[in-house]
């Protein structure tokens, strides 16, 4: 149950016990009643604005509302307080047993605690990582793969039916470029010396082992022969070749694509043609002259026409182009060909994670979407900042091995999945983010990896120590779940109940913003009330978790921390983190 969803139901169905007696008019919206949790814990554990949004339809004093409401909210059998507060706020006090049943739910339910069904099974499509086929993947790309494939672990939790989805941009002019490295490092396998590698070429070893295993297959069939007649090939095999290490990659993330999309196919079946036929018969394609750009003189522009998708008919500044001069395909072209295959597929629902960099992009593309399903598709695009390292306070900037930069498998190699994924998800994804070496290393409060998985650690070592000291006592979900919760009094052990009971509204609320972050500061502030209640039965010793004379409380806090386990490793999971069981 979230508690919030079921108090608000209640709200509404008191709401129209006085519309039945003629305090309020009937038939009103409640579309904007809301029940939260009030900003301070002292004011009560749920409150709703109900009197304040329903006072402009019914006509009434938000206060004449709020009091008749207040009094038949009381007589709810969970309800032991409710409380007008400011302009017609009413704050409710729930009881303990209420609290205590969501701990039931918790056991019952599992690790699968949050799941929801919310959004009902709809289909959507997110596309992440899709970086360029010509390299290992590097830090520039790890925000952005693990954003994408937190978000698609998010959405089907609340329900969505998924698909995860890698574009491969394999049909540009840098895909030349690398089949013309490799043609270099094929050379060089065959014992050629070919110097410094030419600026405007990849230059990391990467390429060393492909150009080898080119020429292993190939032996000297290429070397002498013309570029028109090699290049084909080479891009191909490297491609492929690429595409498999950035397959490695993104399983040293334990990140697994269902759909990987090549550009290039969208060339060689007609799929451009097709998506641009679709928008010309709809008379969204024209020839025309565009204004000169913003900050350009007269003299410096040339006026010429072109074949314009007309964008600005859906929200973009202006018109764009989809045909270069020379009669080929823009980039937009092919972009909007590879969202109609989409579309073709049944989305209707898509999130689009690119880089900072590609903002401008933005407005063209949800055009494109708007107009090729007639405006019943949406594209979310999101935006991940750069990643910046630092070690020793300093800035890490270059790799050996790739050339330019730090690739995501020595960043993983180093620190581990867990604690990539993690820190990846510290900020929200527009935000920048510093990815500090010595601190993630601390094991501290201040090392939030740290302080959650070592929450989960913990409560599977009480576990343990119960095995040995309590051997008999029944310990596992199905006896748990059976316990008496009764003796759960203290405030600490039931502000934990209640928030591990506000943990579905968490993911839902996640989920509607897109932004997984949140789990990150859920878990953390969920661990952080774990350990202060190991504090203080530290320092009070009849509020351990283990009172070897007193097997019911025992097994009642047994239960109190087996559901936090169970939540904690409900947001991992999102996260793709590992809920550890020893540190």
Known sequence: MNPYAYIREQVIAMVGTLADDGVLPKGLDFSNLSVEAPRDPSHGDVATNAALVLTKQARMKPHDIAVPLAERLAGLEQVVAAEIAGPGFINLRLSNDFWRDRLGEVLAAGSAYGDSTMAGGEKINIEYVSANPTGPLHIGHVRGAVYGDALANLLAKVGHDVCKEYYINDAGAQVDVLARSLHLRYREALGETIGEIPEGMYPGDYLVPVGQAMAARDGDKWRSLAEADWLEEFRRFAVAAMMDLVRGDLARLGIEHQVFFSEDSLHKDGGIDRALATLQEKGLIYTGVLEPPKGKTPDDWEPRPQTLFKASQFGDDVDRPIRKSDGSWTYFAADIAYHHNKVERGYRQMVDVWGADHGGYIKRMKAAVRALSDDQGQL?????????????????????????????????????????????????????????????????????VFYVQYAHARIHSVFRRVAEELPDLPRNVENLIMADLSGLTDSAELDLIKQMASWPRAVEIAAQAREPHRISFYLNELASNFHALWNKGNADPQLRFIITEDSDITQARLALIQGVAFVLASGLAVMGVEPVEVM
């Open 380 to 448: 979310d695009v999101r935006l991940c900042q750069m990643v910046r390292l630092l070690r020793g306070g300093k800035v890490v900037r270059m790799s050996k091995r790739a050339g330019n930069f730090v690739t995501l498998r020595e960043l993983v190699d180093e620190v581990g999945r867990d604690v990539v994924r993690f820190m990846m998800l510290t900020r929200k994804n527009d935000a920048p983010l510093d990815f500090d070496f010595d601190a993630t290393m601390e094991q501290s409060k201040d090392n939030p």
